[in-house]
């Protein structure tokens, strides 16, 4: 696929989903109540306005069944992380170590691959 044809639905989801977790990645680790309010209404926003109508509607189910933990970086990744996972779950694919999470969207990975040179 030429790279600057529009993206699919598993493209734009996986853009989606580095998108979400750098954001998250760099979240404060004490939110101020407006940027806990921001980032609750950015995420719903973003399921009334995604796309896919389907994965919106999915993603606001998921909100309004585990809304999100914004009290810091830590818990947002965390929750993150796991609605991800449900996601993966129900498509098939493979879940994430949650354990991880600051490692592959903030730190870079232990190995030092992400180091650059």
């Known amino acids: 696929?030429?790279?600057?044809?529009?993206l699919n639905r598993v493209q734009l989801g996986y853009h989606t989903w580095n998108l979400l977790h750098t954001m998250v990645a760099n979240y404060p680790d004490e939110p101020s109540p407006q940027k806990q309010e921001d980032i609750y209404q950015f995420f719903k926003l973003l399921a009334r306005l995604y796309p896919c109508q389907a994965?919106?509607?999915?993603?606001?189910?998921?909100?309004?069944?585990?809304?999100?933990?914004t009290n810091?970086?830590?818990t947002l990744s965390e929750w993150l992380c796991s609605i991800h996972n449900d996601v993966n779950q129900k498509i098939g694919k493979s879940i994430f170590d949650c354990n991880r999470v600051n490692e592959r969207w903030r730190d870079g990975w232990n190995d030092g691959s992400c180091d650059q040179i």
């Open 72 to 74: 810091s970086q830590n």
């Open 55 to 69: 994965c919106g509607r999915d993603f606001s189910h998921l909100l309004t069944q585990r809304p999100p933990v």
């Open 1 to 6: 696929m030429e790279h600057n044809c529009p």
